[in-house]
């Protein structure tokens, strides 16, 4: 909670002190998998919503801040071939920084970095039989690279589809095992979403 109000004081206070600004929101979809459980495919959707504070850099360029709620993880659901199901639910409080540029009138790319705080780290890892018992915790903290484009639909609102992927393990393999640079399980999500600035 503490880690919470943090973001929320520093996004305001950084909006409050640049010389001129937009604020907004962000809302859409994701989809998300989790790198080193054995399951491919981004099959896990979750929502993507939050505030954004724009601040110009020159014409052509912002650097961006946002406090987003994301839902994250992982799903396979059983088939006839294959009973087996599985489901992980992580959701995050999220803090993006990012440089954002217009190569055209209508369409830019971002890329930039992220901040996550963990809302609850146990007893979200189900399978077919309910709650997975004596897994691993998940790291309370995440940091992810973002990149991503975005496609202005008028004045005030965009289209925006962004990719992100944890630097740091979120948490360690099955008995800490680790292989050169695979050094546990990371986050990866994609995510589709619609902007307004106020």
Known sequence: MKTLLFCVALLLTVGSYAQSFSGG????????????????????????????????????????????FVQKGSRRNPTKDNLTKYILRLNYIEMPILYRRMLKKSFGFETGLSFGVLIKNT?????????????????KYELAVNAGFRYVLGDNSAVNLRYSHSVLPIRPHQGNVSYYFNRGQYNLALSLTYEYHF
């Open 25 to 68: 929101f962000r809302l859409g979809i994701t989809g998300t998998q989790v790198q080193g459980d054995a399951i491919s495919g981004f099959d896990k959707a979750g929502i993507s919503a939050g505030f954004l504070i724009g601040i110009p850099l020159n014409d052509f360029s912002t650097l961006d801040m946002e406090l987003l």
């Open 123 to 139: 007893d979200v890892e189900y399978d077919i039989y309910g709650l997975m018992p004596n897994r691993p915790p998940f790291k």
